[in-house]
């Protein structure tokens, strides 16, 4: 009786926590950030694989699969890639350099997410405010037409051995999210990546930016195998609408 009712208990507070996770997530819409939503599923997704693995014994077989479907949905919703299996082993750019990286950035494709949807003419602007640390500038267009933007900050971890993985974080709840640059020539292209494993999941984000609004195909195609050289699946890939009709700001 009791272990039924500590059972249910767990459950209901679970669900709670689920339902509120994913409407805060639909709610932050166009403002909300990747690290938000990123921070949100991995403590989500650590509380719940963690909570049954412990109390595996409490949970009836069912429950487990309800509570996981659960966690499924909420990454569907949040619409982030997830596929079963690990991250693949990438490497970030090992020579990095911030200062060459500041400067604008034209997102040409991604992985998709819900926090983007509906935008166009998405760009990036980098500024070094601090020794290893950048302002982030994140614009775009809305559905809607509206302008919308958002502000943060990034910095280097371990600037000595590993340069080319930064920590981007927009506000104070958010706190920070990894953001790895696979590779850039500064000039032409980057190839951005994250992914992160919950039990037997994977999530991925991913993003190819260009200092231009567009990118020859061979261009594109070079970009594209930065990925593919680090075991990223690309086939999801889409583009992001950029053309000289977009309106940019500042």
């Known amino acids: 009786m009791y272990r039924n009712k500590?059972?249910?208990a767990i459950e209901s507070s679970l669900q709670s926590f689920l339902l509120h996770l994913c409407n805060s997530m639909q709610h932050e819409g166009d403002n909300a950030s990747w690290v938000y939503v990123q921070n949100n599923l991995t403590f989500l997704f650590?509380?719940?694989?963690?909570?049954?693995q412990l109390q595996a014994k409490m949970?009836?077989?069912?429950?487990?699969?309800?509570l996981l479907a659960g966690v499924i949905a909420c990454i569907n919703a949040a619409v982030v890639r997830n596929s079963r299996g690990a991250c693949p082993p990438f490497t970030s750019k090992p020579d990095f350099d911030y200062l060459q990286y500041a400067g604008v950035w034209f997102e040409i494709e991604k992985i998709p997410v819900n926090f983007e949807e509906g935008m166009t003419c998405i760009r990036a602007i980098y500024d070094e405010?601090?020794?290893?640390?950048?302002s982030v500038l994140n614009t775009a267009v809305l559905a809607d037409g509206n302008l919308t933007d958002i502000y943060g900050s990034a910095y280097q971890p371990y600037p000595e051995t590993e340069p080319g993985h930064l920590i981007v974080s927009?506000?104070?709840?958010?706190?920070?999210?990894d953001y790895y640059v696979l590779d850039t020539d500064y000039?032409?292209?980057?190839?951005?990546?994250n992914c992160f494993s919950i039990g037997e999941f994977k999530v991925?984000?991913?993003w190819i930016l260009a200092r231009a609004n567009?990118?020859?195909p061979e261009e594109l195609t070079f970009a594209r195998n930065v990925f593919i050289a680090n075991g990223v699946d690309i086939s999801t890939f889409e583009p992001t609408y950029q053309d000289s009709k977009c309106v940019y700001f500042p």
């Not at 405010?129 to 950048?134: E, G």
């Open 214 to 216: 567009s990118l020859s």
């Open 187 to 193: 000039v032409t292209y980057a190839a951005v990546y």
């Open 170 to 177: 927009f506000n104070a709840r958010a706190g920070g999210a």
């Open 6 to 8: 500590c059972c249910s």
């Open 59 to 66: 949970f009836s077989p069912l429950r487990q699969v309800v």
């Open 129 to 134: 405010i601090a020794p290893n640390v950048i």
């Open 204 to 206: 991925e984000y991913a």
């Open 46 to 52: 650590n509380s719940i694989f963690n909570l049954i």
